[in-house]
């Protein structure tokens, strides 16, 4: 399965026209080779979050290259959605909304990790190449044509996202074991959406990308979440009489209860 | 102990959710009302998706109007004629409502259009009953006999207006007109606001249409459950953002605070009862209120365009 990947991987990169996520031209001196603990989540009733190992080697042909260390970026990118963007303004004493702006898209979850400082593990234009940085992966055109100020209102959606734990940058947090091993955790929060997130693994030195691998998880309701959900989008009139049904045989038993209690 | 909603997409803790439950149920067993006025601010604080927790707060609202309407029925204390009339209006205030709560939503102003109706309406209701309950706390202490408000209620508006109709429970003969209004305005509330509308309805019935007030919770309560049923089943087929998980889970906690709150509710004077409510009702409009004047710590809110 890894071999097949890594075929493919050696594939596309022969093919020169696929720049965006394609590895390197070929044949990358060092390959990344690597797995995830999961590639399917189940979000129960119970879902708490849910924690993803991510852990590889570097295949080589030659010895490693002297000079700049090898560098590990990872990332796992949830479902991406179009976006509103509200800013309150001052109107006749009263906070209400005044300007909106909608991003095209940003992903519903973006978690990054490195095996150091981010600056010092991935230039500039690497990271325009590969959008791997939390602004890069949000498309953010067509949003300063709405707003004056377009920046501030990305910066407020990834303020936000990142206190609900939903956009995360941890830097230093991969380790990397005598330049060939490395590992890391990646923490998936309880308020997670379902979808396909794509998990991103980039070696680097000098801050150019050596190598890229792609996998996926898939995060999927389960059991009753599942069963609510589909009822709830597919059959609404049986879902709503449900609601109900529930709602009056809860009130009819509490007071039938309350009325053997009195006795 | 945390649990995953289905529909808000967000995971809650279960022991937050009963306790909201029960703290709302204590409230309602006490005072006699549905509760969700209080329901979908703390939904909302919760983190809970404005559309969600207004519809869900309806679903418990039904729940707790059951449960009390069971034992007026059995009290034979529920206008049944009056409740119809009151629920024709309703209808078309939920749709009314239903309608501009969609309005709003496209707008992106659903919270300032929550919020402001409830400033408004709960703000409005809270001082009369405020003042009423202290006037009548007053004049029991002073021991004065109460005024007969039934005489001057039987000369009133509600008497002039045209197709009159027979109340025999309520002691009535007036135009259907002023019920039918009460109605479409509860109605409006409860598709909006996610709340019942017995806070309104209950001093509405007393006030201005002059009705016994031995029947007017439990006719209230007989109107109520049937605008919040609509409520939820247009909220459920238009918007999909009933959440049952979250609604079971309230409805648990509901249920047994309700029982406790009764009991306490008895030991409880009526005015006392009615300035205590009139406080809590004033308590929840001057906070959301405040929301809406003092600068927000947030200037930016953010919504994903296919969340409900």
Redesign the interface.
């Known amino acids: 399965m890894i071999r097949a990947l890594i075929l493919s991987l050696g594939l596309l990169a022969a093919l020169p026209a696929v720049a965006e996520t394609a590895a390197p031209a070929v044949p990358p001196p060092e390959q990344v080779v690597a797995g995830l603990s999961e590639n399917q989540i189940a979000i129960t009733a119970t879902f708490n979050g849910s924690d993803i190992l991510v852990f590889g080697a570097v295949k080589r042909q030659t010895p490693p290259p002297d000079g700049a260390p090898l560098q590990v970026i990872v990332t796992l990118e949830g479902p991406p959605n179009p976006v509103d963007i509200s800013r309150k303004g001052h109107v006749w004493g009263i906070w209400i909304n005044t300007e909106r702006a909608r991003v095209t898209s940003a992903p519903a979850f973006y978690a990054i990790a490195t095996s150091g400082p981010l600056n010092q593990v991935l230039s500039q234009t690497e990271d325009l190449r590969y959008k791997i940085t939390i602004p890069q992966a949000i498309q953010d055109t067509g949003v300063a044509s709405q707003v004056p100020d377009g920046e501030a209102f990305i910066n407020a959606l990834i303020r936000i996202r990142k206190d609900q734990g939903l956009y995360v940058l941890d830097q230093g947090t991969v380790a990397v074991e005598q330049a060939t091993l490395f590992h890391t955790d990646i923490r998936l929060p309880a308020n997670l959406t379902e979808g396909l997130y794509k998990a991103r693994i980039f070696l680097t030195r000098n801050g150019q990308v050596v190598d890229v691998h792609n996998t996926d998880i898939r995060v999927r309701k389960m059991g009753l979440e599942r069963w609510l959900y589909e009822l709830a989008k597919n059959q609404p009139p049986v879902y709503g009489l449900l609601s109900l049904v529930i709602a009056i045989a809860a009130g009819w038993l509490a007071s039938a209860v309350f009325r053997l209690a009195k006795r | ?4 909603l ?2 808000a ?3 809650v803790n279960i022991f937050l959710l009963l306790g909201i439950g029960g703290g709302v149920g204590l409230l309602s067993g006490i005072f006699g009302v549905g509760g969700g006025f209080l329901i979908t601010p703390l939904l909302l604080f919760i983190g809970i998706p404005p559309g969600v927790a207004v519809a869900t707060g309806a ?2 609202v ?10 007026h029925i059995r009290r034979g204390t529920v206008d049944f004629r009056m409740g119809t009339v009151m629920l024709i209006g309703g209808f078309v205030g939920s749709n009314i409502g239903i309608y501009v709560f969609e309005l709003m939503k496209q707008a ?2 659903t ?2 259009f929550v919020q402001f109706s409830y400033v408004f309406f709960m703000g409005a209701i809270g001082t009369m009953m405020f003042q009423e309950s202290f006037r009548a706390i007053r004049r029991a202490r002073s021991g004065a006999p109460p005024p007969t408000s039934r005489s001057r209620s039987r000369h009133g508006w509600a008497q002039r207006g045209p197709f009159k109709v027979k109340f025999r429970t309520s002691g009535l003969y007036i135009s259907v007109l002023p019920p039918l209004g009460i109605g479409l305005m509860v109605g409006f509330l409860s598709a909006t606001m996610g709340v019942g509308g017995g806070f309104i309805l209950v001093p509405a019935m007393i006030y201005l249409l002059g009705m016994n007030t031995r029947v007017v919770v439990g006719t209230s309560l007989f109107q109520i459950i049937f605008v919040t ?1 609509y409520s ?2 247009a ?3 238009t918007n ?1 953002s ?1 959440d ?2 979250l ?2 889970l309230l ?2 906690g509901g ?1 047994v605070g ?2 406790i709150g ?1 009991v306490i509710g008895f030991r409880l004077k009526a005015e006392q009862l009615r300035i205590l409510l009139a406080i809590l009702v004033l308590a929840v409009s001057v906070k959301i209120g405040l929301d ?5 710590s ?10 409900p």
């Open positions: 102990m945390q649990i995953y289905p529909i997409e967000v995971s679903n418990q039904v729940a707790a109007s059951v449960s009390g309407l069971l034992v992106g102003q919270e300032l049923a939820v089943m909220h459920a087929i999909q009933v049952m998980a609604a079971v409805i648990v249920v309700a029982q009764t809406l004047v003092l600068t927000p947030d200037l930016y809110s953010i919504r994903s365009v296919n969340h």
